[in-house]
């Protein structure tokens, strides 16, 4: 079975200040895992993915995640936060190949950004 | 390109009433996903189909039924509403050889 915990369901920042998101995950077969952002009243928009290529993934918007094994982790920075990042995001684990639809999801984590 | 697109966007129901989601992808996608978000606990797999005719439950199937219309359309049935339904849910979508799900806007819908 897979899980995902994310730290924190709330997090605050200044603008311009690091955005660190905590993901940790567990899975008895290499993950794929996901981060997804969610925009009030809307759906869920990719910001980036681990497929089992580079550890270091960049994603949109000036995003990235560092996959850490050892550490089951997979959280997701930004080093400077901008107002238009206030946003729910979630990270998402699957099994991959045939399964990469069928997402095991944290429980979200609210980002907030003050001016 | 409409992508993945979910009617109605909101619903309200009468506990015992029964609706039909439904689900619509115009990007040649195989695999068919339905999803409920509910606050605290992420979104949970209700069902999916992996292929034009096939179905299968997910991790929260109970109170709820689906059909594969043909490739395009994927539809969630509720047949007799509970107020423990009240949740918004997501469709999404997964083409072959694609590593990742694109979703819809969601439908919003409430049990009273």
């Known amino acids: 079975a897979q899980s995902v915990t994310q730290l924190g369901s709330h997090v605050s920042v200044s603008e311009g200040a690091l955005v660190l998101l905590r993901c940790n995950y567990s899975s008895s077969v290499p993950p794929y895992l996901f981060w997804y952002v969610q925009y009030p009243n809307q759906g869920l928009q990719l910001l980036l993915k681990?497929?089992?290529?580079?550890?270091l993934v960049k994603g949109i918007n000036g995003f990235e995640a560092e996959f850490k094994k050892s550490e089951t982790s997979f959280h997701l920075t930004k080093p400077s936060a901008h107002m238009s990042d206030a946003a729910e995001y979630f990270c998402a684990v699957s099994k991959g190949g045939t399964s990469y639809g069928k997402l095991t999801f944290g429980q979200g984590t609210i980002l907030t950004v003050h001016p | 390109n409409a992508g993945v697109t979910q009617t109605p966007k909101f619903q309200v129901l009468k506990t015992g009433q029964s609706m039909t989601l439904q689900c619509a992808q115009d990007?040649?996608?195989?695999?068919m996903y339905w999803y409920r978000q509910d606050p605290g606990m992420g979104l949970r797999l209700i069902y999916y189909s992996a292929s034009e005719g096939t179905t299968d439950k997910g991790e929260v199937p109970n109170g709820y039924n689906v059909s594969r219309l043909n490739k395009r359309e994927f539809s969630l049935r509720l047949e007799s509403a509970a107020p423990s339904q009240t949740s918004v849910y997501f469709c999404?979508?997964?083409?072959?050889?694609?590593?990742?799900?694109?979703f819809g806007q969601g439908t919003r819908l409430t049990v009273v």
């Open positions: 990007m040649n996608h195989n695999s």
């Open positions: 999404a979508s997964l083409g072959q050889g694609v590593t990742e799900a694109f």
């Open positions: 681990y497929t089992s290529a580079a550890t």
